[in-house]
T-cell receptor
């Protein structure tokens, strides 16, 4: 089966750095994705790690350790518009995504 | 230039009715998906089709029947609607890659409310 664990909520101030951890148990693991979803909106893709290491995309970075079944999303220089839910998702055969429960990030002025 | 579109955006109906949700993508992708997001925001895959062929069929009641007339369209028909079917249904698409791709494009969602 597949299961993912991530914190339910994180609060930080503008300009701060937030790290959202994700641990997973999955069979047939291909990679770990991260998605952002604003209230009332659709999930939008942020990043994907198939190999161990850090992937950087602007203010957002994602890390994967396959041996530890662990990854994280790093949000830097937080802005008010970053207030949203963030989901990690494991990918398996057939490009099947299994999502974690989501982490609600609240950015305060 | 909408990439993945769904209709309707909102759907309010009574228990026992039958309803359909339509999805279209203009990205040229060969794989499309249906997801259900419940009130706690838990997002779970229901089905996926690759070139009109069903490749993922999760444990979903058989009241839910997907149909893919071509690779750009994936519709979801729901029979005998129940209160527990109330959720937001998202359609998504991607290009199937054997080595994994991680990125799927989601439609705006259809909020289904069963009363």
């Amino acid at each position: 089966g597949q299961s993912l664990e991530q914190p339910s909520e994180v609060t930080a101030v503008e300009g701060a750095i937030v790290q959202i951890n994700c641990t997973y148990q999955t069979s047939g693991f291909y990679g770990l994705s991260w998605y952002q979803q604003h209230d009332g909106g659709a999930p939008t893709f942020l990043s994907y790690n198939a190999l161990d290491g850090l992937e950087e995309t602007g203010r957002f970075s994602s890390f994967l350790s396959r041996s530890d079944s662990y990854g994280y999303l790093l949000l830097q220089e937080l802005q008010m518009k970053d207030s949203a839910s963030y989901f990690c998702a494991t990918e398996a055969a057939g490009n099947k995504l299994t999502f974690g429960g989501g982490t609600r990030v609240l950015v305060k002025p | 230039d909408t990439a993945v579109s769904q209709t309707p955006k909102y759907l309010v109906t009574q228990m026992g009715n039958d309803k359909s949700i339509k999805c279209e993508q203009n990205l040229g992708h060969d794989t499309m998906y249906w997801y259900k997001q419940d009130s706690k925001k838990f997002l779970k895959i229901m089905f996926s089709y690759n070139n009109k062929e069903l490749i993922i069929n999760e444990t979903v009641p058989n009241r839910f029947s997907p149909k893919s007339p071509d690779k750009a369209h994936l519709n979801l028909h729901i029979n005998s609607l129940e209160l527990g079917d109330s959720a937001v249904y998202f359609c998504a698409s991607s290009q199937l890659r054997l080595a994994g791709v991680g990125e799927q494009y989601f439609g705006p969602g259809t909020r289904l409310t069963v009363t």
